[in-house]
């Protein structure tokens, strides 16, 4: 039979032990930002500033970082981020592109479709269509799910032999298998916004985007390319 201390030690052990088992699960949530880092509240609380500068506000070079886009699904919020964790420069811009439904898809990369520094697309909307090059977005987690860095420039090329579509790393390192990109099979002509990095909605390397037509959907395909630096 325990006493009474020992009554007390068996609970202090007890909490103790679940204490450890809820930090472990929390760093092995598969939404959780890469390397454990999560979202400080002031940022998840109200991600916004998503318009280009004021008038006759430059905004800031985009330097040579590698970006993607990140689905947070604590604050419900899809971001923009620097492959190589380097910290978002506020004032940044992006063009924000949200095709319509069946103008885009997202490719994994595999072990099946994926050589060197290449992964093949195989799509009814890429395939056998050489004069259509299509845009890519590197996507870290589709759906929510996954997450896998590529800090590497990527293009795209026609593949004649394959009739297929390649994604491909332009500095000729190794294609990471599991990487993602949202590819658009149409010209992403005019941007439906363009996203600035502020104060207000900028975390470490990434920046926060808010607008209704992606809010909350860890399945939307949206495209961010960096805006060139006006003046």
Known sequence: MLDNRGWVWAAFVLLFATFVVLIFMQLQRPDAFPGGAEPPRQAAGDP????????????????????????DAEVRRWAIFNQDLADMEEGTSFDVHVPSEGAAFVHRATAENTAEDETYL????????PDVPPSVTQNWNPGGEGGTYN????????????????????D?????????FNVSVLPLGEPAFVHRAT??????????VDDPRVNGDPDAIIFATPRQREG
């Open 48 to 71: 916004s500033g998503t318009t280009g500068p004021s008038e006759g506000e430059q905004e800031a070079s985009t330097g040579d970082h590698n970006i993607g886009v990140w689905y």
């Open 122 to 129: 195989n799509d009814p909307f890429t395939n056998a269509i």
């Open 151 to 170: 800090d590497h420039p990527v293009g795209v090329r026609y593949g004649a032999e394959a009739r297929q579509w390649v994604v491909f790393n332009e």
């Open 172 to 180: 000729g390192e190794a294609m990471p298998e599991g990487a993602a």
């Open 199 to 208: 104060p207000a909605n900028v975390t470490e390397n990434r920046t926060y």
